[in-house]
């Protein structure tokens, strides 16, 4: 799916749900939610909530967080709310209830209980500097942008680019655009004062 190539992404999943059979519930449940993601938004539901039945009779309750929690998003799409808060604040109880505290820390993920409270994010975790260095490369900057732009050398730059990654349990650019959402749609040099 990452890589673009959708149809044999569906290809492996189907095959995986052929050969799990419904024998093994934890694998069975997984497949689906990857097939699900794939899918148009009419099928996406029906399979997103066979995937949460099965996680659930299986007592797998990290996938289970992992499928309530793209119910949720699924929900949100066809502009079902109640039903996708519910699914979101079980996904985050299940998720804390695992440790599985990345999962909790995505931004999509609200807390129902309190909507006064702002949602604890992994980018919180981050400190002023490697999040000015974090917003320009979600921006699509390169290293040699962000150190004239920050007034930092390129050493800097990779280093906090290192600590980010690493923070925020991800693998490149790319995947800190949604964990930098309001920083990135906000215009450069907005939001504060260049550190000197």
């Known amino acids: 799916i990452m890589l673009g190539n959708r149809r044999m992404a569906r290809s492996l999943a189907e ?9 093994a519930p934890h694998t069975w449940g997984r497949a689906l939610r990857v097939l699900a993601s794939i899918c148009p938004p009419k099928d996406r539901l029906l399979l997103l909530r066979e995937s949460v039945q099965v996680l659930g009779d299986s007592g797998d309750r990290v996938e289970l967080a992992h499928s ?12 079902a709310t109640r039903e996708a808060n519910s699914a979101e604040a079980r996904a985050m109880a299940l998720a804390r209830a695992c440790g599985v505290q990345q999962l909790v820390d995505k931004p999509s993920l609200v807390e129902p209980a ?13 400190t002023e500097a490697e999040r000015k260095v974090a917003t320009l490369a979600a921006r699509g900057h390169t290293n040699r942008e962000i150190s004239k732009e920050l007034f ?28 930098l959402a309001d920083d990135t749609e906000r215009p450069p040099g907005a939001g504060g004062a260049q550190e000197g």
Not at 15 to 23: P, S
Not at 68 to 79: H, Q
Not at 152 to 179: C, D, F, N, W
């Open 15 to 23: 095959m995986e749900l052929e050969r799990a059979g419904r024998e």
């Open 114 to 126: 309190d909507p006064a409270k702002q949602p604890v994010t992994q980018a919180d975790s981050l």
């Open 68 to 79: 309530l929690r793209a119910l949720g998003r699924a929900y949100k799409r066809v502009g």
């Open 152 to 179: 930092i050398t390129m050493s800097t730059v990779e280093q906090h680019l290192t600590r980010i990654y690493r923070k925020l349990v991800v693998t490149g650019r790319a995947a800190l655009i949604p964990l």
